[in-house]
């Protein structure tokens, strides 16, 4: 990131880059408290005396501009957090970026978006927090212009349609879907089902609306979307109900990959082949992808890139002020063992 | 919890229980600041009168003796984070118990130990955590002494023998690491080997122990460990390098779910036969070991509710300044498809 250098303060950053060591070392010396060797110390106060720096600019810079902080509140059940792998990798990608710039993560689970807001408010306004994620975005999300009339910093994590005057970090979901459609249909499948995300997720009625819309555009019958959580159990029931189905789909597309495993497994346990009676599509991708036989094919998705990528943007809204939205790499079909052409009509 | 009411200060938590609201609505009711209706911020004013609580004693509450957040900090790679399920669903236990107490996790990834100690020496003398917990202990771990020093409330996460005068919360991981040898043995097994975990973490070295005690106990030869990673790359190069050995073993045990997942398809992909020619023993028992086939039998250990358990210490040390160690619920053998008595000799 290229930063004027003439027209702002010296922090304890460019002290802490100058001087090759952490902003915590520099930190240490300059409140003349233990942690850092003698040498060390002496090194980073002549560093700091020729870059100009000022104890007062410094005081400013730790204690009221920078938090080294930013935050991320998740409004949803503590035990999805630890069984969906997509936050997983998103935070673990979020963490690098932050971990190499000596930043922390805040992390807070809330029940509702209510709580959310609270949080954010306390937060931003007892300047706990250089800024904030906003994820799992919904339609008409109340947050957008709670937040916005606070004056927060943040990244919204989704489709720039959901993210109000907030910068958006997103994927997009709706040409991966129709990606995803379209190749099931290559392959002479007629019956393609889906098992998304909760309703109420603004990137779940996304991928909702643009597979009604590719399968209505192909002439596809029967392409029926069933809602889930996300969880492996509630993919295991999903699936269980379009494969008791009286015409049962040759394909399923799942909005994760935990869903798609679970439905691997159903199908097993209900005695359905994969692929030669069923195809089963994944999302996001994870290791578990790789590690089911046969291996699930994919709409992969770089959930920990797509992490640090919005942990990038975020330094540059709280840097620079950043409003321009990005896109994150889109989803990009990964053909395994999971798909083929469907077996003849029983 | 049951707390002695007459001899501490009334905080801005005991007014938020009693007026059914949570402390973030009194901070701003206490504070006139927006976010809560006139009618909640009267009823709010009113309680705390009731109490005597008294705005110095608040403020002290609020911004310098309870910051409402604990530190966590990993030094780990960032890429491993969002691979294990371990920490995930560890940290998802501890957000339950956290966010039950409106309390925020602030969360760092570091390069090593020694970042790590500066961390929370950081945060604990910038006030910036009310206590911390300390994880994946090592054998002599440095930041035992370095982090007593300093006084730091924090709640050892590992064997009281790592834990220096910390209070430890633990799993009996040798006793479970002979119950699992025995277990192999008494189905027949004679050459066991293990998969386990960096040896220079406690609980591995740990492990290591009572699976080599344990096998000389049962006479076993070839009870061999191979040091991995905990990810699934690394559990197939060590399933690989065992299962390609001039004298094969007939059982595995894995020191974690995603390892033993991924020796699952190395055998598929070797053509070695699980439960007929292998057995397998998974670690953890998340979610993974239910939805691969066979189903892994496993250690079954509930890392949610022993983040959980974490999460009350913890504010027990906080609140209480108790000491004591406490161990969590002992791993117990869950037997599923993927062990059996050895078949015949090849």
């Known amino acids: 990131m290229s930063r ?16 090759g060591v952490s902003t915590a070392a520099v930190s240490l010396a300059l409140n003349n408290r233990a942690g850092v060797s003698e040498a060390t110390r002496a090194r980073i106060l002549a560093t700091a005396e020729k870059m100009g720096w000022t104890p007062n600019t410094a005081a400013q810079s730790l204690s009221i501009h920078e938090t080294h902080t930013v935050g991320l509140v998740l409004a949803r059940p503590a035990h999805l957090l630890g069984r969906e792998p997509f936050y997983m990798e998103f935070i673990a990608g979020l963490e690098k970026t932050l971990s190499a710039q000596h930043y922390s993560l805040l992390l807070r689970l809330v029940d509702d978006v209510a709580e959310e807001i609270e949080v954010h408010r306390q937060w931003w306004q007892g300047r706990r927090v250089d800024g904030a994620l906003l994820v799992d975005l919904q339609v008409d999300d109340p947050r957008i212009e709670a937040l916005s009339q606070i004056g927060l910093s943040a990244v919204a994590v989704g489709h720039p349609s959901l993210a109000g005057p907030f910068p958006a970090v997103w994927t997009d979901d709706a040409q991966a879907v129709t990606e995803a459609v379209r190749y099931l249909a290559a392959l002479g499948h007629r019956r393609i089902a889906r098992v998304g995300g909760p309703t109420a997720l603004g990137h779940s009625a996304i991928r909702a609306a643009a597979f009604t819309a590719t399968a209505e555009e192909l002439g596809l019958p029967d392409a029926t979307t069933v809602a889930a959580d996300f969880s492996g159990d509630d993919g295991s029931r999903a699936t269980r109900s379009l494969l008791a189905a009286k015409v049962r789909p040759t394909a399923i597309i799942y909005d994760n990959d935990i869903m798609a495993v679970a439905g691997l497994a159903v199908a097993a346990e209900m005695g359905v082949q994969v692929p030669q009676q069923l195809s089963l599509l994944a999302w996001d991708d994870s290791q578990l992808c790789e590690l089911v036989r046969p291996k ?22 709280i840097r620079s002020g950043a ?3 990005a896109p994150a790499a889109a989803p990009v079909l990964v053909p395994r063992g999971s798909t083929a052409p469907p077996g003849p009509e029983r």
């Open 4 to 19: 004027p250098q003439a027209q702002r303060r010296v922090t304890i950053r460019d002290v802490a880059a100058a001087a």
């Open 323 to 325: 409003t321009a939205s």
């Open 296 to 317: 699930l094919s994919a709409m992969s998705h770089d959930v920990f890139a797509f992490g640090e990528l919005a942990g990038q943007r975020l330094f540059e809204v």
